[in-house]
């Protein structure tokens, strides 16, 4: 949980929900706290029920959970966060913008402007909660730059997310909101709050390259040893003695 006057929320992460990505949520978990990460949002592809069940087991792991869904809508994808059920997909983006705040989340739009990433193109926006303006998957940085600049002219609060397809990712790009605020333990909703009034929250930036490593290093030994667990003990039917000898 959060130490001193800020947390690292990561609010764009995928898990084997999305047809991309192949984590499952207690993995998610385990290495988000693991690299001290404090709050996460599982973002799926049109799909919501693994974000409600890690939001659920979250804080087993000391984590804070946001429940959220990454919508395909008929313009680009679209961030609803702090929602109990998924905006239909296919409908235009301000419908979608709308939906979302129906539904009690914010509307945030990942990777604006990478249109290889069905992100939305600029002339679409007229409206949103906050804008992603750092997106780790963003090589060159200039898509990054070119979101920061537009999200600034438009006074809309921004974001960082790692928008992780495997563990390693987790963290890579997160937001750091201020705490010192709250009276008492910070919770989802405080997040979704400084997000939405962009007063209490600090844009954080890609980690170090050695920091990243070391995570990245961590992350893949988690992976193996679970693997290990799921495609060769569990057949076997020893899994629970592998788990005792772990603990
Ligand atoms: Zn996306
Ligand atoms: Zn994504």
């Given amino acids: 949980m959060a130490d001193g006057e800020s947390i690292k929320a990561d ?4 898990s084997d929900a999305s047809h991309d990505c192949n984590e499952p949520i207690e993995l998610i978990l385990e290495h988000a706290a693991d690299i001290d990460i404090d ?15 890690a939001t659920e087991k979250a804080s087993e792991y000391g984590l804070i959970g946001i429940p959220g869904v990454e919508v395909s809508t008929a313009d680009g994808h679209l961030l609803a966060l702090g929602v109990q059920e998924c905006p239909e997909k296919g409908r235009p983006f301000h419908e979608t913008v709308e939906k979302i705040r129906e ?15 069905h992100g939305v193109k600029k002339s679409d926006i007229k409206d949103c909660d906050a804008v992603e303006v750092y997106n780790s ?14 999200a600034k002219k438009n006074n809309y609060p921004e974001i960082a997310a ?3 397809h495997s563990i ?13 605020f709250a009276e008492e333990e910070f919770e ?10 962009g007063s209490n929250y600090m844009y954080g930036k890609r980690k170090p390259v ?3 490593l070391w995570d990245y290093g961590k992350a893949l030994t988690k992976k193996t040893v679970w693997l290990l667990k799921e495609t060769v003990l569990l057949p076997l039917g020893i899994k629970k003695y592998f788990n005792r000898w772990l603990d």
Avoid: C
């Avoid at 609010?11 to 995928?14: A, D, P, S």
């Fill in 137 to 150: 998957w963003s090589f060159t940085g200039w898509k990054n730059k070119k979101a920061r600049k537009f």
């Fill in 103 to 117: 539904l009690g989340g914010l509307a945030v739009v990942p990777h604006p402007f990478q249109r290889t990433r």
């Fill in 39 to 53: 709050a996460i949002a599982i973002t799926d592809h049109d799909s919501i029920e693994n974000s409600l069940k």
């Fill in 168 to 180: 390693g990712m987790i963290g890579q790009a997160y937001t750091e909101i201020n705490t010192a």
């Fill in 210 to 212: 050695a920091l990243s």
């Fill in 11 to 14: 609010l764009h992460i995928h």
């Fill in 162 to 164: 790692s928008d992780a």
């Fill in 188 to 197: 989802a909703e405080d997040v979704l709050a400084a997000i939405e009034t």
